[in-house]
């Protein structure tokens, strides 16, 4: 099954995959019945989650509602750490993941607009160089694994810190390589097998360090990188939803 999903990312498209991919996972998730894993976003329980990703990673994707390890933790950060499902709130999603729309939208506090460039799950087509947003029209902002496909990602984060409401906050995540002290990019590296070696999937502009919090700050937040996995989660509470160990949580702040 790995290797098939590993195809099948590669090689359809990803709006056809937006619009299908649920579908199929949730019929293999009926082969993963059990409780030794949980979904926090959509409660649902399996044996284990099915695998993801281009090379595959095992016990990933929540088969219900299609959370990945990133999202199920995201999803916990928001619940335990800010005002997100309490207060009334402003919210722009760039490239809202499927895993999350439906649930958002049907909170009552949240003002929920999705956006993006070539999504069919956003309703606002927008490119994050130019948000077509006033200033100061936001509360909340989130842009997750974005940030390495722009070609101008200070413009982008600039555009995101512009679009908030002072004491606004965004979360903004991407893959990280912490065994780089800095980010990498070369444009020179054009054959897509390279670019894949080199910077993870062929069609990333750039593949960021340990200084991504410094990188995000040039667009004008005030940038916390919270340990909340290390810190906050026990480890039967990492096992239990299958969250990414090592993954920081990038709170970007106006």
């Known amino acids: 099954m790995k290797s098939v999903i590993s195809l099948v990312l590669r090689y359809v498209p990803r709006p056809?995959?937006?619009?299908?991919g649920h579908f199929a996972?949730?019929?293999?998730?009926?082969?993963n019945s059990g409780d030794k894993v949980e979904?926090?976003?959509?409660?649902?329980?399996?044996?284990?989650?099915?695998?993801?990703?281009r090379k595959g990673r095992d016990n990933a994707l929540c088969p219900n509602c299609l959370a990945l390890e990133r999202h199920r933790l995201m999803y916990?950060?928001?619940?335990?750490?800010?005002?997100?499902?309490?207060?009334?709130?402003?919210?722009?999603?760039?490239?809202?993941?499927?895993?999350?729309i439906d649930r958002f939208e049907r909170m009552k506090n949240l003002d929920y607009i999705t956006a993006d460039i070539e999504?069919?799950?956003?309703?606002?087509?927008?490119?994050?160089?130019?948000?077509p947003f006033p200033d100061n029209t936001f509360d909340v902002a989130f842009c997750n694994h974005v940030m390495e496909h722009v070609d101008d990602y200070v413009k982008a984060t600039s555009e995101l810190h512009r679009v908030l409401k002072p004491g606004g906050w965004a979360i903004i995540q991407s893959p990280q390589d912490m065994s780089r002290a800095s980010t990498y990019e070369d444009a020179s590296i054009t054959?897509?097998?390279?670019?894949?070696?080199?910077?993870?999937?062929?069609?990333?502009l750039r593949l960021f360090g340990r200084d991504y919090a410094l990188e995000l700050a040039k667009g004008g937040f005030?940038?916390?990188?919270?340990?909340?996995?290390?810190?906050?989660?026990?480890?039967?509470?990492?096992?239990?939803?299958?969250?990414?160990?090592?993954?920081?949580?990038?709170?970007?702040?106006?």
Request: glycine share 2%; hydrophobic share 35%; net charge positive.
């Open 222 to 254: 005030r940038v916390t990188e919270d340990r909340f996995v290390q810190s906050d989660l026990s480890k039967a509470e990492v096992e239990r939803y299958a969250l990414p160990a090592n993954e920081f949580i990038y709170y970007c702040q106006k």
């Open 16 to 20: 056809f995959l937006q619009r299908i």
């Open 25 to 31: 996972a949730r019929f293999l998730g009926l082969f």
């Open 76 to 100: 916990l950060y928001l619940k335990r750490k800010t005002n997100f499902f309490s207060d009334s709130l402003k919210v722009l999603h760039v490239a809202p993941e499927y895993c999350f």
């Open 39 to 53: 979904c926090p976003v959509c409660n649902h329980h399996y044996d284990k989650f099915l695998p993801y990703g």
């Open 191 to 204: 054959d897509p097998r390279e670019r894949e070696k080199h910077f993870w999937q062929n069609d990333h």
């Open 119 to 131: 999504s069919p799950l956003a309703k606002v087509k927008m490119d994050i160089h130019a948000i």
